[in-house]
């Protein structure tokens, strides 16, 4: 009798906890609440971003690319992560009653409010808030919802708040020249250590080359396949990092008046003009020569001015070296 009544009651709870289970899963909380995810991300046309203090990103597909703020084009990398991220992202786990309030305040405090759009249609919204305290989670609601989640990406150890970041500069592509080689119409080299020594290559069309010296005289013992790959090394050229947040106008004024290292300008199919300026940067991390001595100007990068002045990034010398040739280069026989 004993055994019958514990039988009764083992049998009593294990209805009970599947009732509970059952009801919390697919009753009290619907999937529409649980639904962070957008499979389709091939059809995704715009994202949108803004955290509590105003930072916001837009993101827009273009033509093959994704642009930035309508102003820039948009790290694929982070592209990628972002797109592959809001595919697959899933609900973990529940919220703890005993974290439940504190969950909420902070979402409600510090999060990234992500707009998820298909064409014109806004497909999706949702607030990307803080890790867990393991940092295998991260908290989640989506729009008009009172019920957060910590979601995961399946297969992957961390969280997912770092993929839905919202500093522009981050964003950014470094790409200081991206150029097909047809859409290059021409490009000037003139270098202080030998400015008589400056060249203009220009790109006709069909392999056909010119090269003007700095007085504009046309010059005619070239190699063409010289000139080939010269013009050919300038589709993806990129800086290291963009740094004009660090310059104040008075600064960035004390840089430009200096006689920079190099100017390089190209000038594509459509007239418009792109010039860098590249000037020589302190020593900062105290760089010593073979004498012992701390070297004055940084070895390994320079500063670049771009955009009328305006902007100024970080420049590795082994990427620019093979772009700051003299007329002397297009002399000889076969490409370096």
Same mark, same amino acid.
């Given at each position: 009798?004993?055994?019958?009544?514990?039988?009764?009651i083992?049998?009593?709870?294990?209805?009970?906890?599947?009732?509970? @289970?059952?009801?919390? %899963?697919?009753?009290?909380?619907?999937?529409e609440?649980?639904?962070?995810?957008? +499979?389709?991300?091939?059809?995704?046309t +715009?994202?949108f971003?803004v955290?509590?203090?105003?930072?916001?990103?837009?993101?827009?597909?273009?033509?093959?690319y994704?642009?930035?703020?309508? +102003?820039?084009?948009a790290?694929?990398?982070?592209?990628?992560?972002?797109?592959?991220?809001i595919?697959?992202?899933?609900v973990?786990?529940?919220?703890s009653?005993?974290?439940f309030?504190?969950?909420?305040?902070?979402?409600?405090?510090? /999060?990234v409010?992500?707009?998820i759009?298909? #064409?014109?249609?806004?497909?999706?919204?949702?607030?990307?808030?803080?890790?867990?305290?393991?940092?295998?989670?991260? @908290?989640?609601?989506l %729009?008009?919802?009172?019920?957060?989640?910590?979601t995961?990406?399946?297969?992957?150890?961390? @969280?997912?708040?770092?993929?839905?970041?919202?500093?522009?500069?981050?964003?950014r592509?470094n790409?200081?020249?991206?150029?097909?080689?047809?859409?290059?119409?021409s490009?000037?080299?003139?270098?202080?250590?030998?400015?008589d020594?400056?060249?203009?290559?220009?790109?006709?069309?069909?392999?056909?080359?010119?090269?003007?010296?700095?007085?504009?005289?046309?010059?005619?013992?070239?190699?063409?396949?010289?000139?080939?790959?010269?013009?050919?090394?300038?589709k993806?050229?990129r800086?290291?990092?963009?740094v /004009?947040?660090?310059?104040?106008?008075?600064?960035?004024?004390?840089?430009?008046?200096?006689?920079?290292?190099?100017?390089?300008?190209?000038?594509?199919?459509?007239?418009?003009?792109?010039t860098?300026?590249?000037?020589?940067?302190?020593?900062?991390?105290?760089?010593?020569?073979?004498? #012992?001595?701390?070297?004055?100007?940084?070895?390994?990068?320079?500063y670049?001015?771009?955009?009328?002045?305006?902007?100024?990034?970080?420049?590795? @010398?082994?990427?620019?070296?093979?772009?700051?040739?003299?007329?002397?280069?297009?002399f000889?026989?076969?490409?370096?």
């Amino acid at each position: 009798m004993k055994n019958k009544l514990v039988l009764i009651i083992l049998l009593i709870f294990v209805i009970v906890a599947a009732i509970v @289970y059952f009801t919390r %899963d697919n009753g009290t909380v619907k999937k529409e609440l649980s639904d962070f995810a957008v +499979k389709d991300t091939a059809s995704v046309t +715009k994202i949108f971003m803004v955290d509590k203090k105003n930072n916001q990103v837009l993101l827009t597909r273009e033509n093959g690319y994704w642009k930035l703020n309508n +102003k820039y084009i948009a790290r694929p990398d982070a592209i990628g992560l972002l797109l592959e991220t809001i595919a697959s992202v899933e609900v973990k786990n529940y919220v703890s009653k005993k974290a439940f309030d504190n969950v909420i305040k902070r979402l409600a405090t510090k /999060s990234v409010k992500v707009e998820i759009y298909k #064409g014109e249609t806004l497909a999706k919204v949702y607030y990307v808030g803080e890790s867990t305290s393991d940092q295998a989670g991260t @908290y989640m609601i989506l %729009d008009k919802s009172s019920m957060p989640f910590i979601t995961h990406k399946s297969g992957f150890v961390g @969280y997912l708040s770092t993929r839905y970041f919202v500093d522009e500069s981050l964003w950014r592509d470094n790409s200081i020249f991206l150029y097909s080689f047809k859409n290059i119409a021409s490009i000037s080299v003139n270098l202080q250590v030998a400015p008589d020594k400056a060249f203009t290559v220009y790109n006709d069309g069909d392999n056909v080359f010119r090269i003007q010296d700095i007085n504009k005289k046309e010059i005619s013992a070239f190699n063409p396949l010289v000139v080939k790959e010269f013009i050919g090394s300038f589709k993806k050229v990129r800086c290291e990092s963009y740094v /004009s947040n660090f310059f104040s106008q008075s600064r960035l004024d004390s840089l430009i008046r200096v006689k920079p290292l190099a100017v390089i300008s190209i000038t594509d199919r459509n007239g418009e003009v792109n010039t860098l300026k590249l000037y020589t940067r302190p020593n900062f991390s105290r760089s010593v020569g073979e004498d #012992g001595k701390t070297i004055p100007n940084d070895p390994n990068a320079m500063y670049g001015v771009l955009k009328g002045d305006k902007q100024v990034v970080v420049c590795q @010398y082994f990427v620019f070296d093979p772009l700051m040739k003299e007329i002397s280069y297009f002399f000889q026989k076969s490409p370096s």
